[in-house]
């Protein structure tokens, strides 16, 4: 045994079987170099890409639902410069009155049609929106980059929807027209209300007609690039029946 180990002494690489009792050989043998790759072997399983998926998460979680109008600009308001406004269920003076406005009052402004002629808001002293001209106001900030939005009428349960609804041609006349209505409260009758798209002077515009007759007959060119359409609903003092489809000529 003493002269073994003399030996590795004298010249380290004479036998390989001495590594294994000599624990510190001399320098130019690094046989624990051997034991390093199942210790680094060991960091490679946890690679970075499991940190840069979480990341994927990012986008989704932050991404507007397409079906949800853009935001109102902060500080988008107005102030009521008439003596007497009102506030109604949809953007013109065919829809039901829903809140009176009067001078000083405030309201923010959340929406508005598309030729910016009506906003949609929500007056300070109710917990709704509703529409009103944009004329009644003076406004802070600019209204048009406010989202346009579309009209959300009350639902009325005490009004049926019209039936027997027709409509006739003759030249640029069209005439609708459907069976009275059949009001639960005749008290609460509203009249009816229509939806349009009509064409006039080859132009394609909407329009929101209120009428207490059982028909109307509008003014429609037949030469337009899109087709005229229109709903018509039963008014109620609470709201609307559901609309009924116009048979368009």
């Known amino acids: 045994m003493t002269l073994t180990i003399f030996f590795v002494a004298e010249a ?14 001399c320098a130019t043998q690094t046989p624990t170099a051997t034991l390093t790759p199942p210790l680094t072997a060991t960091p490679t399983h946890s690679p970075s890409p499991t940190i840069t998926s979480t990341s994927t998460f990012t986008p989704t979680a932050t991404t507007r639902p397409s079906n949800t109008p853009p935001p ?10 008439v003596e007497r406004g009102f506030c109604r269920y949809g953007p013109g003076k065919a829809y039901l009155y829903s809140h009176e406005l009067n001078q000083g009052d405030n309201v923010r402004i959340d929406g508005r049609n598309s030729f910016s002629t009506w906003v949609w808001v929500q007056p300070e002293n109710l917990d709704r929106h509703c529409w009103s001209a944009a004329s009644l106001f003076e ?7 406010a989202p346009v939005v579309e ?8 009004a049926r929807p019209p039936e027997i609804v027709s409509a006739t041609r003759d030249g640029d006349q069209v005439t609708i027209g459907w069976a009275a209505a059949n009001y639960i409260s005749g008290e609460d009758r509203r009249g009816y ?15 929101a ?14 030469d ?21 489809s116009i048979p368009w000529p």
């Open 12 to 25: 380290c690489n004479t036998l390989s079987l001495v590594f294994l009792i000599t624990p510190a050989p």
């Open 72 to 81: 109102t600009p902060e500080g988008l308001s107005g102030m009521v410069i």
């Open 139 to 145: 406004f802070q900030g600019d209204v048009k980059s």
């Open 151 to 158: 009209s959300r009428l009350p639902k009325s349960g005490f």
């Open 193 to 207: 209300l229509l939806e349009v798209y009509l064409c006039q002077n080859r132009a394609y515009f909407w329009s």
């Open 209 to 222: 007609l209120q009428t207490d007759q059982n028909s109307i007959t509008l003014t429609d060119e037949p």
């Open 224 to 244: 337009c690039a899109q087709p005229s359409t229109g709903i018509v609903y039963v008014a109620e003092k609470h709201g609307y029946s559901e609309p009924v």
